[in-house]
């Protein structure tokens, strides 16, 4: 016997849809797959998921290797459940969504921004990862 309810859809907003966005994307599509659809956008999307991005999400078990940056206004006009900004810089131009049941912020530093050797940059994106299954996986669970 399947499932008779619908699953609810998730649409997690970051500034270019390379990192975060996309990461907590992935934690969505393999951690919360049963009760969630999820999508991810940008406002200003850059050209590819950040390789780095993709490498950590690999080392964790989530392949995020196909994913393509998509702007927001290309997602707009659907139905979500719920709307994620995940960076501050989102939040302040994120549109509003009046079809979306609930908007929330849960904020992560950018790991674009870390500088030094290529194991102090993978560093900075293992920890933001890990964080967005530690804190935002979880608060989106409970909305299921």
């Known amino acids: 016997?399947?499932?008779?309810?619908?699953?609810?859809?998730?649409?997690?907003?970051?500034?270019?849809?390379?990192?975060r966005?996309?990461?907590?994307e992935g934690w969505v599509r393999q951690d919360l797959a049963r009760h969630w659809e999820a999508a991810?956008?940008?406002?200003y999307p850059a050209s590819i998921v950040h390789p780095l991005a993709v490498r950590v999400m690999a080392e964790a078990g989530v392949d995020i290797s196909t994913a393509t940056p998509?702007?927001?206004g290309t997602l707009a006009d659907q139905r979500w459940?719920?709307?994620?900004?995940v960076c501050d810089s989102a939040r302040e131009a994120c549109p509003v969504f009046p079809a979306a049941a609930e908007q929330i912020h849960v904020g992560f530093p950018d790991p674009?921004?870390?500088?030094?050797?290529?194991?102090?940059r993978l560093a900075a994106y293992r920890a933001v990862r890990d964080d967005i299954c530690a804190r935002l996986i979880p608060e989106i669970a409970r909305r299921s």
């Open 70 to 72: 998509k702007h927001v």
């Open 112 to 120: 674009i921004m870390a500088l030094g050797s290529e194991e102090e």
């Open 21 to 24: 966005s996309q990461m907590a």
């Open 40 to 43: 991810s956008a940008g406002t």
């Open 81 to 85: 459940d719920l709307v994620v900004t």
């Open 1 to 19: 016997m399947g499932e008779t309810t619908a699953k609810k859809r998730v649409l997690i907003l970051c500034t270019g849809n390379s990192c």
